[in-house]
């Protein structure tokens, strides 16, 4: 059931029917379509009479409304949806320009001075004979930590990339490059692993391929590697470990 | 000779590491072999298959391929990206370049050695100039789907063959493009699911490819049209290398059992024109994966897992049936790798990355000629001293008096003192060692441990005065007239006053240690020094050759002596210069002047000047005859070559004093029972 709002009057529209135009809009344009359609059957137009009857309060006329009023009244909608979308967007715009803004702060707080940069620039485009011999690992760690202001160095392996400068006194290094090298190092040693020694390879201990004669002698030997040293170490030491306090015991004992 | 109590010492766990790559180089006949621990070795073939020159490992280094370019230079590539070029004279490494492909797995040098081809892990192939200083990047080729594990070029240079897995592909030098991409079967006449991965490719400069994959296939490709002209399988287990010779007449391949294929081009009746591939000999000296095969105009050689290095010279090739002829397997260092403190019976164990020091067992028991003792005292495993860093390292040494224990890698020179407190050792260290002391390449201590000489591998030699906790530098000798000539091997005199050192061409410099400078050179000879060593009282200089020549040079008097000449006039026994392995290690009694006791692998022998020298008719090796001989049997026999082979392998023999001997063994089936697992073998009845 359509839900009727209080009538509006045929006079030219007040400032009160103004008021609500969301609903006018779609049930002016039902009317409209009815109007239009015009069927004008018994049946289409029973139920707005009955409406209309219903209906104490207002007892007036329905309103008529033209197509281009109408028309217009849709524009002006979608104009100001379409406003306010665009200012959100703006909005939205201005707030991650000036996140960004402050995050390359931040960043360019963090990494180093502009002149090292330069030089590391420079330095890169000439031929430098890299000396592995002449900076000691030792003294390459702690200028790695002076130089680098208090950001988080990771002791494990560096990776020397080239030297700075005329004096070469500290190195700049890149600690990211090293991490991936290892992974696709390890990565690499562990597909040949998996070629040479892994599953669907036909392999044998060595100890079963040595003793491959001994079994095929007219007179079997025992295998090359018959016994198992280290079977049954942790009882082994235990039992060294006995004797010793054992042996403590007696010398104590035997001296009282 | 007087009778000697032996220690037999078995326990040092020496496990070489195996062999990964060889290449030989034509011109000046020498093989460079990387080990898996990066180790790079070179050998020169001519001077009796000794090896001249090593380059020590790193850990991080895993090598996976290894060439030799235009002018005598060695690159080698691994799986850490890098491409490093070696400098031989200086025996360091001249610079390493990155890639930026990833790990790198083959790498080639083209055939006119001017550029350098690299197949990385990412699928792509990387072209290299090589210039007359570094290497520099040119161009990529057309990147492949998955990484490119062997490379070769076509002996015109414009084209290159690169196996990958599942699929080998040509390419175009000049544009770089792929031009064919065939397609590997993953097994002979069947389906599989595991991958083929094509181990080797070979390309003859008829257009024909050559391809070894891990299904244990050769197949012979026609890269004009990129399609398959023949198909051997040979093994039910990887082939894993190829390599053919200059005249593309024969080629050779190394299996995962241990099998070596030799393929020879024959006509296919006795007097028709066509030829055909047909596989000849197989040869089966390895246990383990034949990782790496080389092809010289004379010799099949190859290396793996095993660790030995084989080389099978081809009957057909050799023009001379000598013993020049035989198979050669190079299993035993050719250097010292222990070192003895006389006085308390230490010995030194250097391995790749830590040291062992162990004391020697005792015994009270005494017995005839070859009874076997038992100990009273067990040996002793005093130290296990580990290297700091990732290098390997170099060499190392202990004082006689058992006080100062040094060694050093590529970057670092470590210096420690030892305090022995009744049965326990202490350990310090000395800090601040000198940075030009690095990367020495054989250390010395002087008989009464005051000194110490390193010979470092820019040719000089350092002579540092050691103190109570210090040490004090004092005095360099510099090389001569520029020359950067790395001194291998050191000698110094009993009583301090000389100091000889060898280096690898010129002659065996002699230095007075007392006045600090040079007393005199021995004349160059053309085979590389193996052994040197100063006789306590006459100051007599020995010098083992490689090619098992032993000379004896008086410092005193500045020329060889009586002796020497005498020897050298008649020439040494056939036998004794037939030996496989070289001399490592020379001593001398301290009560008989006249005894020269020295060792290599499989034999020790003490030469006697005063007995007369054998001539090539009698027996060289005759153990003492029975005693109900009669003396004159035994008199006519008796020569100045005294040969035990009793304790073999021999890694080291000393003498400890007067009546002791320690030797050092290290049984093959020690070093076979550490390797990685062989392929199974299946035999009928087992």
């Not at chain 2, 030799?68 to 491409?83: D, P, T, V």
């Not at chain 2, 040979?234 to 593309?248: H, K």
């Not at chain 2, 241990?258 to 197989?282: A, D, I």
């Not at chain 2, 990732?390 to 008096?401: H, K, T, V």
Request: net charge positive; hydrophobic share 35%; glycine share 6%.
């Amino acid at each position: 059931m359509v839900q009727l709002r209080p009538r509006a009057s045929r006079a030219p529209a007040s400032a009160s029917a103004m008021v609500d135009e969301g609903q006018p809009a779609s049930e002016e344009a039902a009317e409209h379509g009815l109007l239009l359609g015009q069927p004008s059957s018994g049946a289409a137009a029973e139920p707005l009479e009955e409406d209309e009857e219903g209906d104490d309060e207002d007892d007036e006329a329905p309103e008529e409304l033209t197509f281009a009023s109408a028309q217009a009244e849709a524009k002006e909608e979608e104009r100001r949806v379409r406003d306010t979308v665009r200012r959100d967007k703006t909005l939205l715009k201005e707030k991650r320009k000036r996140r960004e803004e402050l995050f390359i702060e931040q960043k360019k707080r963090k990494l180093l001075p502009d002149t090292i940069l330069e030089k590391l620039t420079t330095a890169s485009q000439t031929n430098l004979k890299k000396s592995p011999g002449k900076l000691k690992e030792v003294n390459l760690q702690k200028k790695n930590e002076d130089f680098e202001k208090g950001s988080d160095s990771k002791k494990a392996k560096v990776q020397k990339v080239q030297t700075v400068g005329q004096n070469k006194s500290y190195l700049a290094l890149r600690l990211k490059d090293q991490d991936l090298r290892d992974s696709r190092q390890q990565a690499a040693k562990a597909f040949i692993q998996n070629c040479l020694y892994g599953p669907g390879t036909n392999r044998t201990t060595v100890n079963k391929f040595l003793s491959l004669e001994n079994k095929r002698l007219p007179v079997k030997k025992a295998a090359a590697q018959f016994l198992n040293h280290a079977w049954g170490s942790q009882k082994k030491q235990n039992a060294k470990r006995f004797k010793r306090r054992w042996m403590v015991r007696k010398m104590k004992a035997s001296k009282k | 000779m007087g009778e000697f109590k032996v220690h037999r010492v078995r326990f040092f766990n020496y496990v070489p590491s195996g062999i990964r790559c060889v290449a030989y180089n034509d011109q000046s006949n020498r093989l460079a072999v990387s080990r898996t621990d990066g180790t790079v070795e070179i050998y020169n073939l001519s001077a009796n298959y000794f090896q001249e020159k090593f380059f020590p490992g790193h850990e991080s280094r895993a090598t996976e391929a290894l060439c030799w370019a235009k002018g005598q230079r060695l690159f080698s590539a691994g799986l850490n990206g890098e491409i490093i070029e070696y400098d031989l004279q200086a025996l360091n490494i001249k610079y390493a370049m990155d890639a930026f492909g990833g790990p790198i797995w083959s790498m080639a040098a083209s055939p006119s050695g001017s550029q350098l081809l690299v197949g990385c892990e990412d699928g792509s192939v990387k072209l290299f100039q090589v210039t007359p200083e570094k290497i520099q990047f040119e161009r990529n080729f057309d990147r492949q789907k998955s990484r490119i594990l062997s490379l070769s070029w076509h002996p015109s240079g414009t084209h290159v063959a690169a196996g990958s897995i599942d699929y080998i592909s040509v390419f175009d030098v000049k544009s770089g493009s792929a031009i064919h991409k065939m397609l590997v079967d993953r097994q002979y006449m069947g389906v599989s699911k595991r991958k083929c991965i094509i181990w080797g490719v070979a390309f003859l400069s008829d257009g024909t490819v050559i391809s070894v994959d891990s299904a244990g296939k050769v197949q012979f490709w026609d890269s004009a049209t990129g399609t398959l002209v023949k198909n051997h399988l040979i093994a039910n287990a990887d082939v894993q290398s190829i390599a053919v010779s200059d005249q593309e007449d024969s080629f050779v391949v190394g299996t995962a059992e241990g099998t070596v294929f030799h393929f020879q081009l024959v006509s296919v009746t006795s007097n028709s024109s066509e030829k055909q591939w047909v596989r000849t000999k197989p040869f089966q000296h390895h246990t383990h994966d034949v990782r790496a095969v080389a092809h010289s105009p004379t010799a099949l050689i190859s290396g793996g897992t095993d660790t030995h290095l084989v080389i099978r010279p081809l009957m057909e090739k050799v023009e001379v049936k000598n013993y020049d002829a035989a198979l050669r397997k190079i299993t035993f260092p050719h250097r010292r790798l222990v070192s003895c403190a006389k006085k308390r019976q230490l010995l030194l164990f250097q391995f790749a990355h830590h040291l062992e020091l162990w004391r020697l067992g005792s015994t009270v028991a005494t017995g005839k000629n070859g009874d076997t003792l038992p100990l009273s005292k067990d040996a002793d495993h005093l130290l296990h001293l580990k290297a700091k860093g990732p290098e390997n390292i170099i060499c190392s040494c202990i004082s006689p008096c058992g006080s100062w224990i040094a060694y050093s890698t590529t970057s670092r020179f470590f210096l420690y003192r030892l305090n022995h407190e009744h049965d326990n050792i202490s350990l310090q260290r000395v800090s601040k060692m000198p940075a030009f002391l690095r990367s020495a390449l054989q250390i010395l201590f002087s008989e009464d441990s005051t000194k110490l000489f390193v010979a470092s591998n820019q040719g000089s030699l350092h002579v540092i005065r050691l103190l109570e906790g210090s040490f004090k530098h004092l005095h360099t000798f510099q090389p001569q007239s520029g020359t950067v000539e790395s001194m291998c091997l050191l000698a110094v005199s009993p009583d301090g006053n000389w100091l000889a050192a060898s280096g690898t061409s010129a002659g065996v410099h002699v230095y007075s240690v007392k006045h600090l400078k040079l007393h005199c050179t021995v004349p160059a000879y053309n085979f590389p020094v193996t052994a040197l060593a100063i006789a306590p009282n006459t100051n007599n200089l020995v010098i083992a050759h490689s090619d098992q020549q032993v000379f004896e040079y008086s410092i005193p008097d500045k020329q060889y002596t009586e002796w020497s000449r005498t020897i050298q006039k008649q020439g040494f026994h056939h036998l004794w210069l037939q030996r496989d392995t070289p001399i490592t290690h020379i001593s001398f009694h301290p009560k008989r002047p006249m005894h020269i006791l020295l060792h290599d692998a499989y034999m020790f022998c003490i030469i006697d000047k005063s007995l007369p020298l054998p001539n090539d008719k009698t027996l060289l090796y005759n153990p003492l005859p029975p005693t109900n001989e009669s003396d004159v049997i035994r008199r006519r026999t008796a020569h100045a070559f005294k040969i035990s082979k009793i304790y073999k392998p021999l890694l080291f023999m000393e003498l400890l004093d007067e009546r002791t001997l320690v030797a050092v063994e290290r049984p093959l089936d020690d070093i076979i029972a550490q390797l990685p697992p062989p392929i199974k073998k299946k035999k009928f009845g087992t």
